[in-house]
């Protein structure tokens, strides 16, 4: 079955500190790969996906397909990165239906 | 370009009784996706509806049901309900290409007493 997992529930960093939120998934066939990011009090958004191949607010994901991973990195964390992520996988480009992790808080200390 | 609005935000209903939740996608979008989100088991597929079509289907009882209007407006009903029902209902549209860009509601959340 399909499964994305995210091992940490909080990751506490420094302002200006690197920055890895990490998603593995389970999956045989070939996944597309989301990050989704709800921030206070707001919507849950999308913040990049594998295949655009593209760096959102300093944040770059690369999908490895041999380690089964799509993690989420930024070189130098900021106050306003302090949200909840959520990685997510999908196997076609023609479904709404998602298989999200269980999330990250990321906590961006000044 | 308005974006996806879901009503009720906020209700309390009564175990054994039913809701109605309803949700207006981005304009143009003919994909609308339902999510259950709960503390516990965070967010889960409920299901999909395009072109007034249920698409796909997640793990839920048959007390969950949804539909779709030929105007994209889709709406969700949970009949008999218990309290673990409680969660924020999210939904989602997204376009017929890259239906799994999903653009999200504010949710409603649903309290069972």
């Known amino acids: 079955a399909q499964r994305v997992t995210q091992p940490e529930k909080l990751l506490s960093v420094f302002k200006g500190a690197p920055v890895e939120l990490k998603c593995n998934y389970s999956?045989?066939?070939?996944?597309?790969l989301f990050w989704y990011v709800q921030y206070s009090r707001q919507r849950l958004q999308l913040l990049l996906r594998?295949?655009s191949r593209e760096s959102i607010k300093g944040f770059t994901a690369d999908l490895n397909k041999g380690e089964t991973s799509f993690h989420l990195k930024k070189p130098f964390a900021q106050e306003e990165d302090s949200a909840m992520y959520y990685c997510?996988?999908?196997?076609?480009?023609?479904?709404?239906?998602?298989?999200f992790g269980q999330g990250t808080t990321l906590q961006v200390k000044p | 370009k308005a974006g996806v609005t879901q009503t009720p935000r906020y209700l309390i209903k009564t175990r054994g009784q039913q809701v109605t939740l309803s949700c207006s996608p981005i304009?143009?979008?003919?994909?609308v996706s339902w999510y259950q989100q709960t503390p516990g088991q965070g967010l889960q597929f409920l299901f999909e509806?395009?072109?007034?079509?249920?698409?796909n289907k997640g793990n839920f009882p048959g007390r969950f049901s949804g539909r779709q209007f030929s105007n994209s407006r889709s709406e969700m009903n949970v009949s008999t309900l218990e309290l673990g029902d409680s969660a924020l209902y999210l939904c989602?549209?997204?376009?017929?290409?890259?239906?799994?860009?999903?653009?999200f509601g504010a949710g409603s959340r649903l309290t069972v007493l």
């Open positions: 304009s143009g979008h003919r994909s």
């Open positions: 594998h295949i």
């Open positions: 999956y045989s066939g070939s996944p597309e």
């Open positions: 989602a549209s997204s376009a017929s290409t890259g239906a799994n860009v999903l653009t």
């Open positions: 997510a996988l999908s196997w076609s480009s023609n479904t709404g239906k998602l298989i």
């Open positions: 509806y395009f072109s007034e079509t249920q698409r």
